[in-house]
Nanobody, 123 residues
């Protein structure tokens, strides 16, 4: 089974930036659509960014459009999330995820999940 190991996160002041990374342990990385989801206290898990398994097509919800960037490095079996202009509303646990579909925005379509990390944005 695919294992996803995340790194990054931390505490940042509003307006600042953070980067997250997610490394896959299996050689099937290029067959997976990848995504970042976040879950704030008391909230449902929501799509943050997604990138297709082919062509690198990306998706962002309006809440992060223009501020967050997802990318993938197939040689390193790693995806990244660059987060700029962070706001307190972005505070959440950020999960890396993989799907057997080309891409998806519904978390129910994702088969593999990382463990975090926490991102906290202060006012």
């Amino acid at each position: 089974q695919l294992q996803l190991v995340e790194s990054g996160g931390g505490l940042v002041q509003a307006g600042g930036s953070l980067s997250l990374s997610c490394a896959a342990s299996e050689g099937t990385f290029t067959t997976k659509g990848m995504g970042w989801f976040r879950q704030a206290p008391g909230k449902e898990r929501e799509i943050t960014a997604a990138i297709s398994r082919e062509y690198g097509t990306t998706y962002y919800p309006d809440s992060v459009k223009g501020r967050f960037t997802i990318s993938r490095d197939n040689a390193k079996s790693t995806i990244y999330l660059q987060m700029n202009s962070l706001q307190p509303e972005d505070t959440a646990v950020y999960y890396c995820a993989a799907t057997n579909y080309n891409n998806a925005i519904d978390p129910n379509y994702y088969n593999y999940w990382g463990q975090g990390p926490q991102v906290t944005v202060s006012s």
